[in-house]
């Protein structure tokens, strides 16, 4: 057989989100399932108006099985927080949803994911879309824009305006990681400030 070039074969028909998620347990799309713990498929539900998009699973999120759940999460959760949206409101996902990281002795330092990662994951996000049938998508950092739009875009360039796409509007932000690299630097209240203002910009959709 040949070597499969993305994730297709192994999403279902169903746009039910359990059996999106059970069903990424098995994908074999790209190599990165194999050193991960598990697969990050997503948190919330095909309720939610608001999709906010990640990178890939870190460290925490990988033994954990959930998106977000580690430092980068609790940042976002403080900017979600000032910006008025309920994190239980939202659907949190990512562009690929395996951790990619190189071990350094006992250690696992995040990896970034290649745009052919991005590209065999990008049939779960669609199923995931059309699930949720999201009013805003937040995509956080370039990889994640690259993945909702299809198309390479800078964060500076795109980040302040509501992109109108075909079924959603569309609000992309730094990731909230590169916000805390800066933590106790110069420019972490920037950055964080505006982060916290694109997400207000989704809020009202949210
Ligand atoms: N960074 C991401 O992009 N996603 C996560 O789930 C956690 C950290």
Redesign the pocket.
Known sequence: MAEPTDATPWVPESRDLADLASAAHDCRGCELWEPATQV?FSAGDAGAHIVLV?????D??DEQG?????P??RLLDEALDAAGIPRESAY?T??VKHFRFEPRGKRRIHAKPELRHVKACHPWLDAELEAVEPRVVVA??A??ARAVLGRTVRIGESRGHLLEEPDHVVVVTT???AVLRLRGRDGYDEAYAALVADLRLAAPFA
Request: cysteine-free.
């Open positions: 990050v990640g990178e890939q699973p870190g925490r999120e959930e998106p977000f759940v580690g980068a999460g949190l990512n562009a956080m950092g990889t994640a990731h909230p990681s």
